[in-house]
């Protein structure tokens, strides 16, 4: 059976805000966020284990699922539901190896093409951004648009995560042109209240 996705995949980057990723976490799932993934891009493993290993209890508690990002060793030492692969981490192949058939694999891609090669990639949920411009990323590929989300999201069966500059203003946008979820970090991150942000969006995204 396919992945069931929540609509709004969260993630738990600080940014340049300071704010603990724990706390972060817990203000997401709070506001009721049921798909978390620790993404800490300049964190040694070490710290992203540790940081993982203290949201997980966290994520379980409110019924949701932590997802490890790049680093599928990371994922599987902390027991965490997923990794989300990078186009330069390890192959889903290698990490399905690291993590069993039931954990959840994502991966990401910045164009039709890349989206049309992960379809067969065993992937058990692909990301498609930028969707719009965003400074959260270092060296984002060419922003998308929601035009050519609408037609890519025909070339892959697998649940579709849109990602890149999304806020509350194109969110449903973004789900109308055919991505499953929408995965967000500034637009709640940088909110005054993680936990209210959090839940506007949730509303404002609900069926
Ligand atoms: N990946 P924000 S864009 C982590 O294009 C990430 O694959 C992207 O952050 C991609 O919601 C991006 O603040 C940043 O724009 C998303």
Same mark, same amino acid.
């Given at each position: 059976?396919?992945?069931?996705?929540?609509?709004?995949?969260?993630?738990?980057?600080?940014?340049?805000?300071?704010?603990?990723?724990?706390?972060?976490?817990?203000?997401?799932?709070?506001?009721?966020?049921?798909?978390?993934?620790?993404?800490?891009?300049?964190?040694?493993?070490?710290?992203?284990?540790?940081?993982?290993?203290?949201?997980?209890?966290?994520?379980?508690?409110?019924?949701?699922?932590? #997802?490890?990002?790049?680093? =599928?060793?990371?994922?599987? $030492? *902390? !027991? &965490? %539901?997923? /990794?989300?692969?990078?186009?330069?981490?390890?192959?889903?192949?290698?990490?399905?190896?690291?993590?069993?058939?039931?954990?959840?694999?994502?991966?990401?891609?910045?164009?039709?093409?890349?989206?049309?090669?992960?379809?067969?990639?065993?992937?058990?949920?692909?990301?498609?951004?930028?969707?719009?411009?965003?400074?959260?990323?270092?060296?984002?590929?060419?922003?998308?648009?929601?035009?050519?989300?609408?037609?890519?999201?025909?070339?892959?069966?697998?649940?579709?995560?849109?990602?890149?500059? #999304?806020?509350?203003?194109? =969110?449903?946008?973004?789900? $109308? *042109? !055919? &991505? %499953?979820? /929408?995965?967000?970090?500034?637009?709640?991150?940088?909110?005054?209240?993680?936990?209210?942000?959090?839940?506007?969006?949730?509303?404002?995204?609900?069926?």
């Amino acid at each position: 059976m396919g992945l069931a996705l929540p609509r709004l995949y969260a993630i738990v980057d600080p940014l340049d805000t300071g704010r603990a990723p724990r706390a972060l976490a817990a203000a997401l799932l709070a506001g009721g966020a049921r798909v978390l993934q620790l993404r800490l891009k300049d964190a040694p493993a070490r710290v992203l284990l540790e940081e993982a290993r203290a949201i997980l209890p966290l994520a379980r508690a409110h019924g949701a699922r932590l #997802i490890v990002n790049d680093r =599928a060793d990371v994922a599987a $030492a *902390a !027991g &965490a %539901d997923g /990794v989300h692969l990078g186009q330069e981490d390890l192959p889903v192949a290698a990490a399905r190896g690291i993590l069993g058939a039931e954990r959840i694999i994502g991966f990401s891609t910045h164009s039709e093409a890349q989206l049309e090669t992960a379809h067969a990639s065993g992937a058990d949920y692909l990301a498609l951004g930028p969707i719009f411009a965003t400074t959260s990323k270092a060296a984002a590929d060419p922003v998308i648009g929601c035009s050519r989300l609408r037609a890519a999201r025909a070339l892959v069966t697998q649940p579709l995560v849109a990602i890149g500059g #999304i806020t509350p203003t194109t =969110a449903r946008d973004v789900l $109308a *042109a !055919g &991505a %499953d979820a /929408v995965a967000v970090i500034s637009a709640i991150v940088r909110a005054p209240d993680v936990e209210r942000a959090t839940a506007d969006l949730l509303e404002l995204v609900a069926h």
